[in-house]
């Protein structure tokens, strides 16, 4: 058992209000969530830790709610280029060279980069998921894979597979069914998924309305939005997911809230692929399940929450033309409950008994974090990566004042993800 | 003497390719930039210490080029408002409580942060400038001082001597002529400002065109844009700088590049306060020298380079549909040497000998830091105040490693801007 004491506690339970005392962690799951226990003060033996913490605010693991992990092999190799150049001459080709055992490393890589930003699992739609498994299972962080049905790699047999292989309970890894996007998979093959979604009760997930040439293309193809043309297909009766939703119109939010797909939204990429602005606000009001991806970082490309969660509220405040839209509390439920919901990781989300111990532990003793006036306005508009002091997932500490605990030496994890853009770009 | 060796060096002074060398410090003045001196290896007792740089990246310190040190104590305090409510009922009012000794208290809090985001140097206006000055000198930091003529404090008398207590050749400190803003400050009182500028042949920095509404009235009363206006009274003629410039007209830019006017740009402000998004492509191809700013913590709320620099090419790409614009080089070079032109920092410019050492060091032994395909760009899309290992301003390591070293423990620090801001607000 781990204690941590002298903490300020968001349980994210009931409203946004810390209170101080202590939690107590017994394996993988919470044992007690409270006030300080004067009992346990002074070691009996019965805790292998017990973590002092300082003052620090203990909440929730932020939920990076959608990326493609392995194109750490891609940062800073394209950027400042137009979208198709980027993705037909910069992208797709350089993709065609990861082996398996590539995308293992460089999905290793990013999960270093989660745990400096207080992620506790992601949403990870790539190439090979039972690499991006293994190298989540081994660095013992949480990872929920997603299906990347298209017509050029995976089917719809692969993903069956997949679900019944990871659906384990108590596991670190789970899979949700999902599909590139509309415009990469034809329509055969949208309704078979949709046939399996139906057996499974399974939720569907996919890329949607990210570019307003998107949007024109599948009007003119189909005669509805991508949101309509799949509904038409029944993909969302079971719930589901869609990742950017940039371009919508109202229909489009209205069939999102009757179906209750929840939005994952991606400001960083959005902004760096002049992609545009999600309209937030407006999701939000309506009562849109929200919640925050990085993208891959081939497109953003840091993989911090913080970042985002800064540019979720700025952006939203700058498209209504109103400072006071998408307030603090809400981006940072969005970040962490509205993630876990959008995930499927409803043993993972507010901080209580018998829910997994996915917590992080925000250094408040930082110039960026003071005065405390307000603990969560500090952290979606003043936080940083360099708050984080440490990560825990599943009772596991794997990231602590700038240490990583994940089974390997990051020099290692650095000098494959060398060797791997080494060999791919020839240098 | 400072030895800084294993170091990958980005001058700034030709182009923006790093190359593997050691740096030398003779007080607070490099002494020697270049590749690596084997003679030195192996102390002989000449240098005081030498650092392993460890391969990580040795450049020019960011320059915070617009901020308002004090306004600390309002962090978190009122945010997700509407702007005139913000300004009104949660600024000024706090604002008139504060003594000269708490704002350098709240200016020494502002500056740890600086150093964590890398910045050796801001550009300060606000109510005090004696105790600004005391607070950075005390921690060994750069500071320009900016006036803040308005019609409620600060004289043109004033600023006079200000301008000279404090343009002493070698000191930390230095001061430029400035107002607050066209629309609080009387024509009366600018022309008196004007006539000062001549004599000394000092340039003239202002706030400018940060919001429609700001432009909109000064048009009404005057007939003329704020770029205009302040023209025609002959501001501008020895040079200067306007802080924000989000809403332009063609002919207000041609002005700018005129008068060799600086741009200093603060896009997180002016996203959280809904103000706009500046045309910085613009402003670039014409050749008008670009700095960026964090603007105050009342508004941003935090002072980080990285999250500036990412907004400033994200936003720029948004604003002009084209994922090509504002590239990498562009803005780190804003974030660094046009700070520097923007502050008449001539001597804490480029990596060369003879100039002030203020530079940093970035850790590339981070997950967001690799691969290492492109440094320019992986500090501009990817870096974040975890990557800052150390910050040196003339000569001086202030912050190393998470720690800091400004003549003051940190927490006496966190605690005076508790106190102050439990008098302010009657915790």
Chains 1, 2 share one sequence.
Not at 58 to 63: I, R, S, W, Y
Not at 344 to 362: F, M, N, P, R, T
Request: aromatic letters at 10%; glycine letters at 8%; one cysteine or more.
């Amino acid at each position: 058992m781990i204690r941590i004491y002298n903490a300020k506690i968001l349980t994210m339970e009931n409203g946004m209000q810390p209170f101080d005392g202590e939690i107590q962690i017994d394996g993988s799951r919470i044992s007690y969530v409270g006030e300080k226990i004067s009992a346990f003060s002074g070691a009996d033996g019965q805790f292998e830790r017990e973590i002092d913490a300082r003052g620090g605010l203990l909440m929730p693991g932020f939920k990076n709610a959608h990326t493609h992990s392995g194109m750490t092999f891609l940062r800073s190799h394209a950027d400042d280029l137009p979208l198709l150049e980027w993705l037909n001459r910069q992208v797709f080709p350089w993709e065609a060279r990861l082996t398996p055992d590539d995308i293992y490393h460089l999905s290793k890589l990013a999960v270093m980069e989660y745990l400096t930003s207080g992620m506790t699992a992601n949403f990870d739609m790539y190439l090979t998921p039972d690499t991006i498994a293994q190298a989540s299972e081994d660095c013992g962080f949480r990872t929920v894979l997603c299906g990347a049905l298209n017509d050029f790699s995976q089917s719809v047999e692969q993903l069956d597979e997949w679900y019944q292989k990871y659906n384990k309970k108590d596991s670190l890894i789970s899979f949700r069914l999902g599909f590139h996007a509309e415009y990469t998979t034809s329509e055969e093959k949208l309704r078979a998924l949709k046939e399996l979604a139906d057996q499974y009760h399974a939720p569907v997930y996919t890329h949607s309305s990210e570019g307003l040439p998107e949007v024109i293309s599948c009007k003119e193809r189909t005669g509805l939005t991508p949101t309509a043309y799949m509904d038409r297909l029944g993909l969302f009766e079971n719930g589901g997911g869609c990742f950017h939703c940039v371009h919508m119109e109202p229909k489009d939010l209205r069939i999102l809230k009757k179906r209750r797909v929840s939005v994952i939204t991606n400001p960083a990429s959005n902004l760096k692929l002049a992609s545009g602005i999600a309209p937030i606000k407006q999701m939000m009001d309506m009562g849109i399940n929200l919640a925050i991806g990085t993208d891959g970082p081939a497109s953003n490309n840091c993989l911090d929450m913080f970042r985002e969660m800064f540019l979720v509220t700025g952006l939203s405040k700058y498209r209504e033309n109103d400072a006071s839209a998408t307030d603090a509390d809400a981006v940072l439920k969005m970040a962490a409950l509205g993630g876990a919901a959008a995930m499927g990781l409803s043993d993972c989300d507010i901080l209580a008994e018998g829910k997994q111990a996915d917590l992080i532990l925000i250094d408040l003793n930082q110039p960026n974090m003071r005065p405390l006036h307000n603990l969560t306005k500090n952290l979606v508009y003043s936080g940083s990566k360099q708050n984080v002091r440490f990560t825990m997932v599943a009772g596991k500490i794997l990231y602590e004042d700038g240490e990583f605990f994940i089974g390997e030496e990051p020099d290692y994890v650095y000098r494959k993800a060398e060797e791997i853009t080494g060999r791919i770009f020839g240098y």
